[in-house]
């Protein structure tokens, strides 16, 4: 929806959704997500060509479309924590959050070199923000500039709340912010597990042939940073975010082939991280060429 009458919908479910009780919010945006599921047929189509990539061949036609309905349930809850949130809560959020391997984090800092972490679509990515900032790890990170700019904004201004400082890709050098940010000690926050402007490297991800984003390897390439990826998980009425070991940039005499390599590392880790909670991977879009005839001929 573009224009104000897009920007009035989020305000006026920040507004409702934000009168609710934590447990009434989050089960009424699961069983919004749910109910949804039914309705939005075609997305509902791609969601099972996901996670029978993820799931397996060995997995019944039934577990995978229940798998795909447990995946709008849990969009359901991220878009009701989101309009939420208020600065008020963002204490009850970190004690209901729980970080793993922070300790190889705090050793690079230590050692003077810059962070990049890195994560798919998962769980409530936002709230890594909130619980950074309580670990003393000021978060920045790129957020797309959707075509209804108020709504842009109104994004910014929210996982300002949660204690992420945003960069949108498109206005100003993105690159050159995230270096410098960098080669300052900050943390940079990466979700990379989608070609958004289709300008990746070719990476094989879930058995099939796709492109991901270079960015998180070219920064490593241009700053010397550490890379860690990340699983962002719910964890009951909570969250989980696991850091996993820092993946280095792969030696190989080509600056290419090393961001080539260090993505496809990356993807084959970001395998992992999904396949331990896949109803949480929010991939609503097509995601590997395949995808996109498979769509046309559901239409």
């Known amino acids: 929806m573009r224009g104000l009458p897009g920007y009035l919908l989020y305000r006026a479910l920040s507004g409702l959704f934000g009168l609710l009780p934590a447990p009434a919010m989050r089960g009424g945006g699961r069983w919004i997500g749910f109910w949804l599921s039914f309705v939005a047929r075609k997305r509902m189509r ?9 799931m397996g061949p060995a997995s019944s036609e039934d577990q995978i479309t229940a798998a795909g309905r447990e995946m709008f349930a849990s969009y359901g809850r991220y878009w009701a924590e989101v309009f939420w949130f208020r600065p008020r809560r963002k204490g009850w959020v970190i004690r209901n959050a729980h970080a793993t391997g922070l300790d190889a984090v705090y050793a690079a800092q230590q050692a003077g070199r810059g962070v990049v972490l890195v994560a798919p679509h998962m769980g409530n990515w936002e709230v890594a923000g909130a619980v950074a900032e309580s670990l003393n790890l000021r978060v920045l990170s790129v957020a797309e500039d959707l075509p209804n700019r108020r709504i842009t904004d109104w994004f910014i201004q929210t996982r300002a709340a949660f204690g992420i400082d945003i960069l949108v890709h498109g206005r100003g050098s993105t690159m050159t912010a995230l270096t410098k940010a960098l080669e300052r000690g900050q943390v940079v926050a990466l979700v990379a597990d989608r070609d958004v402007n289709g300008r990746g490297v070719p990476v094989e991800f879930f058995g099939e042939m796709t492109t991901m984003p270079a960015g998180p390897y070219s920064l490593v390439e241009l700053t010397g940073a550490a890379l860690f990826p990340v699983g962002s998980y719910y964890d009951g009425p909570g969250y989980l975010f696991e850091v996993h070991p820092e993946l280095p940039l792969p030696n ?22 999904i396949r331990a909670q896949p109803t949480s991977w929010h991939l609503f879009q097509p995601n590997w060429p395949s995808d996109i005839p498979a769509e046309e001929e559901s239409e």
């Open 46 to 54: 791609l969601l099972r060509r996901h996670m029978r990539r993820v």
């Open 252 to 273: 190989a005499d080509d600056r290419a082939e090393r961001i080539r390599l260090g993505t496809q590392a990356l993807a084959y880790e970001f395998e992992d991280i």
